[in-house]
């Protein structure tokens, strides 16, 4: 698993941009823990430092429509991740 080493600002997973990386600090989905790294490209969003492929398609719009309850802090450029 990816570790973050420094924190940004806190947001609805849907609120992230395309390309947009961060660390989840709230999940009501059992297989995205807290401290999980992400990114988000398009409408899926991608586990960083995991297997090949694995990510969630459906997990923006589930969110807009309030389905799904997943914060997450955006991580500035130049943030050090140690995978």
Avoid at 14 to 29: L, N, P, R
Avoid at 67 to 82: A, N, R, Y
Wanted: a positive charge; proline letters at 2%; aromatic letters at 2%.
């Amino acid at each position: 698993m990816a570790k973050v080493v420094t924190n940004s600002n806190l947001v609805l997973i849907h609120a992230m941009k395309d390309g947009d990386v961060a660390e989840i600090v709230q999940s009501d989905i059992g297989t995205l823990k807290v401290g999980t790294i992400i990114q988000r490209f398009e409408d899926r969003i991608i586990l960083i430092g995991e297997r090949s492929g694995l990510s969630y398609p459906r997990l923006i719009k589930s969110s807009q429509a309030n389905e799904s309850h997943i914060c997450v802090t955006i991580l500035p450029k130049g943030t050090l991740i140690q995978l």
